[in-house]
């Protein structure tokens, strides 16, 4: 309640693989989906993830996006784009008329909206955060199918319905292709699931998802991020709660979206709602302290 902040529709807590807790706000059930908002960065992330499983894709070579063949953003690889490294041109701020908001409310085609940014540092040196960046991923990684319905059919078959996720929607922009920076819809269980992958190493129902290796380079720092980012997703608790396990790290979304992960203690906590940092933020750190605490 009051004394975490906040206005939270839905809360989660897996202990062990186990909900050990939820709870819903009047009006919201386990059968509602909520907005993720940019925690479909990292289900983005674990598209690429399951590309590579599937042998379509090395993170490490160029994308081969054709506008980019003629100049410096020909180096920008699909790593660089997960780590926000890739150096290109972006703003990220809400408030106004900012790349962002002229993306998702302007633009057909996100991903090449944000493929047409100059080249602003160089690739590698500088973390900015990039809701074009996981848009110009999708674009990549549709790139690499014969069809929407065949790239649709490989994310729900190869990911998705292989981790429960049912419920999930990843809407696409005008030229159909998923809105990867930020429009999911899930259920609370769903984002639990999803932590679920991640606690065991990409493995889910003994199935291995992810290939061996990613989740630890999922959470490995971006190096100019300050220890802050790994490949789409956080990697570091809220300043407030200093004592949070090393382990830590989430996907978050606008207005106080939260998926916490914490492998050494097997566990996941899950909340959603709305609650903008201007005017009533949750208090996160404290939230994940008292649970740490109460699963013991």
Known sequence: GSKYGGHP?????LHNGVPVEEAYRSGFSSKSRLLGWSMGKSVASAIVGVMVASGMADIYQPTGIAEWQHDGRSRITP????????????????????????MLYCSGSFGQYAIGKPLEHPVGSRW???????????????????????FYA???????????????????????????????????RDYARFALLYLQDGVFNGQRILPKGWVSYTRTPTPASDGAYGASFWRKGPKSAPELPGDFFSCEGHDGQYVV???????????????????????????????VAAVG
């Not at 926000?84 to 703003?91: R, Y």
């Not at 990039?130 to 065949?150: E, H, K, L, P």
């Not at 992960?261 to 302290?289: T, W």
């Open 9 to 13: 529709f839905a809360f989660v807590v």
């Open 128 to 150: 900015t955060y990039s809701s074009g960046s996981s848009n110009i991923v999708c674009y990549w990684a549709r790139q690499r199918f014969t069809s929407d319905s065949a």
């Open 154 to 188: 490989f994310i729900y078959g190869k990911l998705l319905n292989r981790i429960g996720l049912q419920d999930a929607i990843l809407e696409p922009d005008a030229s159909g292709i998923p809105a990867g920076s930020s429009y999911i819809y899930a259920t609370a």
């Open 261 to 291: 992960i914490i492998p050494s203690r097997q566990l996941a906590i899950v909340v959603l709602g709305y609650s903008p940092r201007s005017s009533n933020a949750l208090k996160l750190g404290l939230l994940v302290k008292d649970v």
């Open 79 to 102: 790593n660089d784009l997960l780590r926000m490294q890739s150096g290109l041109q972006w703003n990220e701020g809400y408030g106004s008329r900012s790349d962002v908001t002229q």
